[in-house]
C-alpha cells in the first residue's frame, strides 16, 4: 500500500441505477465505458504535451452505479487530467441524454488523503493496459458524501485537502484547478465555471459538514453523428448555502 497526502480522484454515479433491470444496468454501464474511452482520448491528445509524454493512465474501481476513477502517476497535472476526463466525460453523457433521454450522470471531483494499493480480485479496466490498482481513504469518502446529495447531471469540486505547498502552487483551491484547465484548452471547458460563486455545505448521515462547488457550463463534446458540439453540463442549483436546502 502507499500513502498519500494529496491524489485526485473522480467519482462518477449513475441517478436511479439500482431501480432499473439488470438489462438496463448493463447497457448504461458499457455507456459509461463508452464515454470514459473517449474522454481518455481527448485528455491524452491535449495533455501529452503538457507532460511531455505519451499521455495519462488511469485506474477505476466499481462502486456498482458508477466508478472511482483516478491518474496512476501522482502529481498535480495527472490530478487535472483527471478532472478534465471527469468533465468531458459529463458532457458525453449529456448529448446522449438529450438524443436517447433515458438515464443521467453525476459526478464529483476532490483531492485529499488516499491510500491506493494493488488490486487482486477480478477487475474492468478502461483499456488493457491499465493498472488493476485499488483505492480506499477520506478523499473517497468524501466523495461519496456530497455526490448522495447531488442532483441528477449535477457536477461537484469537493474542497481540497491539500497540506503540501508546491502541491498548492499549483491548485490552492478547487476554481484554481478549473480556471488552469480552461487557461490550457479553453476550446474544451468553454464556459464551464463554479456557479454560485459560494461553497456549498452538505451534512451526511453522521452529521458531519463537507463543502464542495457546483460546476455547470458548456463543455466540448462530439455527438451521435461525430460532430463535435458544445454542450450544457452541470445544473445551477437555487442560490443556497448547503445541498440539503436545495
Known amino acids: ?52 509524454d505519451s499521455g495519462v493512465q488511469f485506474s477505476r474501481v466499481s462502486t456498482g452505479d458508477g466508478y472511482y476513477l483516478w491518474s496512476t502517476r501522482p502529481g498535480a497535472l495527472f490530478d487535472a487530467a483527471t478532472f478534465a476526463m471527469m468533465l468531458l466525460t459529463s458532457s458525453y453523457i449529456r448529448v446522449r441524454e438529450r438524443w436517447a433521454r433515458e438515464w443521467e450522470l453525476r459526478a464529483a471531483f476532490t483531492v485529499g488523503k488516499a491510500v491506493t494499493l494493488p488490486y487482486f480480485g477480478t477487475w474492468t479496466a478502461i483499456e488493457v493496459e491499465d493498472a488493476p490498482e485499488d483505492a480506499i481513504g477520506p478523499a473517497l469518502n468524501s466523495l461519496a458524501r456530497i455526490l448522495a446529495h447531488a442532483k441528477p447531471s449535477q457536477i461537484l ?58 460546476i455547470a457550463g458548456k463543455a466540448y463534446a462530439r455527438d451521435e453523428w461525430h460532430k463535435d458540439v458544445p454542450q450544457e453540463i452541470g445544473v445551477v442549483p437555487d442560490v443556497a448555502r448547503s445541498l440539503d436546502e436545495i
Request: glycine fraction near 8%; proline fraction near 5%; include cysteine.
Open 1 to 52: 500500500p502507499r500513502r498519500w497526502t494529496h491524489r485526485g480522484f473522480a467519482l462518477f454515479d449513475i441517478s436511479g441505477f439500482s431501480e432499473e433491470p439488470t438489462e438496463v444496468q448493463v447497457s448504461r454501464r458499457l455507456m459509461l465505458d463508452g464515454a470514459l474511452l473517449w474522454a481518455r482520448t481527448v485528455v491524452n491528445g491535449r495533455f501529452a504535451s503538457l507532460l511531455q
Open 157 to 214: 469540486l469537493g474542497d481540497f485537502q491539500v497540506q503540501d505547498q508546491d502541491y498548492a502552487k499549483c491548485f490552492a483551491n478547487p476554481p484554481t484547478l478549473l480556471g488552469f484547465l480552461k487557461s490550457q484548452f479553453p476550446e474544451l471547458l468553454g464556459t464551464v465555471t463554479v456557479i454560485p460563486a459560494e461553497r456549498l455545505r452538505v451534512i451526511d448521515k453522521h452529521g458531519d459538514a463537507y463543502h464542495c462547488f457546483n
